[in-house]
């Protein structure tokens, strides 16, 4: 069974760093992309990254270029979204997803990390 | 890449069918079959209900189908139920090769 299981809750200062987490299990996980969705409170989603966990191609959103790193560790299954220095309006719920169907549709989706930046 | 444009509201009556729409331009929606349709209910993941224009994923109402014409993608609900009532977002796979969601509709079953 595909699972996509993300990292629990953050509560982070405006500055402070973080990394959520999307561990991936019952797939081989080089074989499919990820990809890492933005929803702030009350609005749409956005996708924000993806990666090919196999060569570890990285494709950004313009939107996101520069904001965010997105990365995954093959020896343990887990893709990753960090930022360097967080801002309120990175406040969120974010999302990991796997293509399943066909490569361009995101199938399987992780339960979410809900992300609040607040000084 | 900017957001595919949906319309932000659309509501019909139990039984009744509804169609949304999704625009885009010749970069995204108009030059590729990979317009995906995801149904998303408060405080829940998205959940792919349409992928390739009009394909439904194994266990997806008949109810539900796509279709594509130009730019413009378009999801038909028919036979709606209380339980359709949801958010609803277009994604395609764009030139930039990478993907762009729609802004989102809320479906309201009257």
């Known amino acids: 069974e595909v699972q996509l299981v993300q990292s629990g809750a953050e509560v982070k200062k405006p500055g402070e760093s973080l990394k959520i987490s999307c561990k991936c299990s019952g797939y081989s996980f080089t074989n499919y992309w990820i990809g890492w969705v933005r929803q702030m409170p009350g609005k749409g989603l956005e996708w924000m990254g993806i990666i090919n966990p196999g060569d570890s191609d990285t494709r950004y959103s313009p939107s996101f270029q520069g904001q965010v790193t997105i990365s995954a560790d093959k020896s343990i299954t887990t893709a990753y979204l960090q930022w360097s220095s967080l801002k309120a309006s990175d406040t969120a719920m974010y999302y990991c997803?796997?293509?399943?169907?066909?490569?361009?549709?995101?199938?399987?989706w992780g339960q979410g990390t809900q992300v609040a930046v607040s000084s | 890449q900017s957001a595919l444009t949906q319309p932000a509201s659309v509501s019909g009556s139990p039984g009744q069918s509804i169609t949304i729409s999704c625009t885009g331009t010749?970069?995204?929606?108009?030059?590729?079959?990979?317009v995906s349709w995801y149904q998303q209910h408060p405080g829940k993941a998205p959940k792919l209900m349409i992928y390739e224009v009009s394909n439904r994923p194994s266990g997806i109402s008949n109810r539900f189908s796509g279709s594509k014409s130009g730019n413009t993608a378009s999801l038909t609900i028919s036979g709606l139920q209380a339980e359709d009532e949801a958010d609803y977002y277009c994604?395609?796979?764009?030139?930039?090769?990478?993907?762009?969601f729609g802004t989102g509709t809320k479906v309201t079953v009257l």
């Open positions: 994604s395609s796979y764009t030139s930039s090769r990478f993907y762009v």
């Open positions: 997803a796997r293509p399943g169907y066909s490569s361009s549709s995101f199938y399987y």
């Open positions: 010749s970069s995204d929606v108009g030059d590729y079959n990979y």
